[in-house]
């Protein structure tokens, strides 16, 4: 069965410190990955996914994640960190029909 | 693009009554919706998917007579939660897929559901 575990369910950095959240993902076979950010009260908006090809994604807001087979992992980074990123992230895998979410993360920043 | 709308955004109703929130796909045709559930603090929780034209498929534990969704067109799916107790009151969140793969969903704002 597939599930995703997210290590760390607060990260705290101060403005223009690297952000790195953890994600390590469970699969018999090579899923999709993705993260999603969710600010508050709303629903949710993809960053970036990885399908297949080149496993380093870029996506939107300066975010990247990387897809590491041998670690099993798609951590997201962001090399410096704004007030506006902070949010709750939500990693996912999907295999056939159904997106299986992390526990999430929230981002705080501080000044 | 791909943008997908929630309504209502909040609803409070009195226990008993039923609610009936609204997701659409304002862009694209979706072939698929989701709807979620999220509690406080939580992460979603699928509830079921719909495939337009055709019954919607629920997870292990969800009541299909309690929550009861319909996908009547390829830009529309409902989700009515009949009866609703207190304990029902919940955040709300619809996602729609176009690709048969599914390989990605664009969800909506969500609503916020509060049952007195």
């Known amino acids: 069965a597939q599930s995703v575990t997210q290590l760390g369910s607060h990260v705290s950095v101060s403005e223009g410190a690297l952000v790195l959240l953890r994600c390590n993902y469970s699969s018999s076979v090579p899923p999709y990955l993705f993260w999603y950010v969710q600010y508050p009260n709303q629903g949710l908006q993809l960053l970036l996914k990885y399908t297949t090809g080149a496993t380093l994604v870029k996506g939107i807001n300066g975010f990247e994640a990387e897809f590491k087979k041998s670690e099993t992992s798609f951590h997201l980074t962001k090399p410096s960190a704004h007030m506006s990123d902070a949010a709750e992230y939500f990693c996912a895998v999907s295999l056939t029909d159904k997106l299986i979410f992390g526990t999430g993360t929230r981002l705080q920043v501080f000044p | 693009g791909a943008v997908v709308s929630q309504h209502p955004s909040r609803v409070i109703c009195k226990s008993g009554t039923s609610v009936k929130i609204e997701c659409r796909s304002l862009d694209f045709q979706a072939t698929t919706m989701f709807w979620y559930r999220q509690f406080p603090k939580q992460s979603l929780m699928l509830m079921a998917t719909s495939n337009e034209g055709s019954k919607a498929t629920y997870e292990q534990g969800v009541e299909k007579d309690k929550f009861l969704i319909n996908h009547a067109s390829l830009t529309l799916s409902t989700l009515t939660v009949t009866s609703a107790h207190p304990e029902d009151s919940s955040f709300y969140i619809c996602?729609?897929?176009?690709?048969?793969?599914?390989?990605?969903?664009?969800f909506g704002p969500g609503t916020r559901l509060l049952v007195l």
């Open positions: 996602s729609a897929s176009w690709d048969r793969a599914q390989e990605t969903q664009y």
